[in-house]
């Protein structure tokens, strides 16, 4: 299982941001499995963004971030979407996605990662 | 959401030294907790999940116990390469808030 982060680097404020994550060598629909963005602001912490389900169908937010929040799936091309809107030099930060390590687990135990990837917000 | 603490926030030991960390989470989490440990430009590494239960692969040098609230990482005899940032991340409730994380260096 490999992930990889993908997106423009940089974003204007007000803007969308958007922002792929490849999956290979595992197969987002044959599974059972939550897939989770999650941010890391520049010297600080973890911030969990959000999941959503194999089929789709179940995603989980942050509740200080669903109104802005968006994450989809792409089975056709194996690919996980982040779509943040309104950003602001708040959202500046490494982009991280996951998989779940155990299978039905919402995106509570992320243990494959991507490398992640840098985005930031800047007029 | 559940809000984690950590403490210390740094730390500095020597090879050989026992380290702990502890975790709070401010309402009970039973045994819902994970620990990770973070390389500077690296993404998180899972090494711990319900409170105690090594990821594969984990060193057994690293324990961990706890439940309800308070939680504790143990290394029991610190090598060079655990330096890093070590996270605990309450996976009880969404959203699966993670902690202020513990910087570890090396002596």
């Known amino acids: 299982l490999q992930l990889q982060e993908s997106g423009p680097g940089l974003v204007k404020p007000s803007e969308t941001l958007s922002l792929t994550c490849s999956v290979s060598?595992?197969?987002?629909?044959?599974?059972?499995?939550?897939w989770a963005w999650i941010r890391q602001p520049p010297g600080k912490g973890l911030e969990w963004i959000g999941s959503i389900f194999s089929s789709g169908r179940t995603t989980y937010y942050k509740p200080s971030l669903r109104s802005r929040v968006t994450i989809s799936l792409d089975t056709s091309e194996s690919q996980v979407s982040l779509k943040l809107s309104s950003v602001t030099a708040a959202d500046t930060a490494m982009y991280y996605c996951?998989?779940?390590?155990?299978?039905?687990?919402?995106?509570?135990?992320?243990?494959?990662w991507g490398p992640g990837i840098w985005v930031t917000v800047s007029s | 959401d559940i809000q984690m603490t950590q403490s210390p926030s740094s730390l500095s030991a020597s090879v050989g030294d026992r380290i702990t960390i502890t975790c709070r989470a401010s309402?009970?989490?039973?045994?819902?907790l994970n620990w990770y440990q973070q390389k500077p430009g690296k993404a998180p590494n899972l090494l711990i999940l319900?409170?105690?239960n090594l990821q594969t692969g984990v060193p057994s040098r690293f324990s961990a116990s706890g439940s309800g609230t308070d939680f504790t990482l143990t290394i029991s005899s610190l090598q060079p390469e655990d330096f890093g940032t070590y996270y605990c991340?309450?996976?009880?409730?969404?959203?699966?808030?993670f902690g202020p994380g513990t910087k570890v260096d090396i002596k």
């Open positions: 319900s409170a105690s």
């Open positions: 060598g595992f197969s987002i629909i044959d599974s059972t499995y939550y």
């Open positions: 309402q009970n989490i039973f045994d819902f």
């Open positions: 991340q309450q996976s009880y409730g969404t959203p699966f808030t």
């Open positions: 996951a998989r779940d390590r155990d299978p039905n687990a919402s995106g509570s135990m992320p243990a494959h």
